[in-house]
């Protein structure tokens, strides 16, 4: 268990490296993030109450390399120590869980992948998994045909005075439930999908991360997910923001320092949303001749995307 209240799980076995992130207080399988690589292939996951509710494939060898190194030197830190003491139970410097079975043969007996967790070290059937969940995300959205966003912090924008009328509304569509809304971290009522908060100051008992996510909420400048704004497309099905909006986010997070924050930041920040955009005024042609040459110009401001900072 960290100071700031997650509790982080290392696991290794052969060629597989895991990290485990949930948050103290709450049921180990209540919120959690499950991110496995082989060196060449990450795959980041997200559990809410047990179920995968969204996952990310990357074929990004920096970021892989970036986790698998990590763990290795978690595990390495841990094997020094074994060795040292010669203990079989030791209680690390921030108290943090490390298994393996490709440790050294002097305390291999000692440290073994507990059976519960061999299930989800199969990084194959974990990416089948996700591709699984993206079809049936994909095919939630198209027969709803919303425009919000799955797992951004903020699809919708809500004001003091439209947040009652927002809850209102929300009722009276006979309270449908999809994926998208499972997602909203647990102590918080404005970190998700949709929020359920009754007024602008209704928080929830993660106060400090909820008022981050409140006021990420009321960010003005963004591209709704499968539309079309600042003459650029959004493909993806998630809601793009400025980038000034996610910076004022992640340093919010940052500074409140909590489990449930820096649990949030990695999820926006490293899984769910990479991305983000700038406006740049550029001089566009408004109206051409008959033989294509301009007639008209004007400025204009676009959006070019730009990525994130990892958190």
């Not at 990416?127 to 912090?153: E, G, Y």
């Not at 809850?167 to 102590?187: E, N, T, V, W």
Request: net charge positive.
């Amino acid at each position: 268990t960290l100071p700031d209240g997650e509790i982080v799980t290392y696991l290794r076995r052969g060629p597989i490296s895991a990290k485990q992130t949930s948050i103290r207080g709450l049921p180990k399988d209540f919120l959690m993030v499950r991110q496995l690589t082989d060196g060449r292939e990450l795959v980041q996951a997200i559990y809410n109450e047990g179920r995968l509710v969204d996952c990310d494939l990357s074929s990004r060898k920096i970021e892989a390399k970036q986790i698998e190194a990590e763990i290795n030197h978690m595990m390495s830190t841990l094997n020094t120590t074994v060795y040292q003491n010669g203990h079989k139970n030791i209680n690390w410097s921030a108290n943090i869980k490390l298994s393996s079975t490709n440790t050294s043969s002097s305390i291999n007996s000692s440290w073994q992948v507990p059976r519960e967790n061999l299930r989800w070290l199969d990084i194959n059937k974990l990416t089948r998994q996700c591709l699984t969940s993206h079809d049936r995300i994909i095919s939630s959205i198209v027969k709803s045909r919303s425009r919000r966003s799955l797992l951004s912090i903020k699809p919708s924008r809500h004001s003091r005075n439209k947040v009652q009328k927002s809850r209102h509304d929300h009722l009276a569509k006979g309270k449908k439930i999809h994926l998208k809304q499972k997602l909203i971290s647990p102590g918080t009522k404005w970190c998700g999908p949709s929020n359920r908060a009754l007024r602008y100051g209704d928080l929830g008992g993660f106060w400090q991360a909820d008022r981050c996510c409140r006021k990420h909420d009321t960010c003005k400048l963004s591209i709704p997910p499968f539309s079309n704004e600042y003459s650029s497309l959004n493909t993806g099905p998630f809601t793009l923001s400025h980038c000034s909006c996610d910076r004022r986010f992640r340093n919010c997070l940052k500074m409140a320092d909590t489990g449930a924050s820096n649990l949030v930041g990695k999820l926006f920040f490293n899984v769910v949303q990479t991305k983000c955009f700038v406006l740049k005024a550029e001089k566009i042609c408004t109206k051409r001749s008959w033989w294509g040459k301009c007639q008209k110009h004007e400025y204009k401001k676009l959006a070019h995307i730009r990525n994130n900072l990892s958190y």
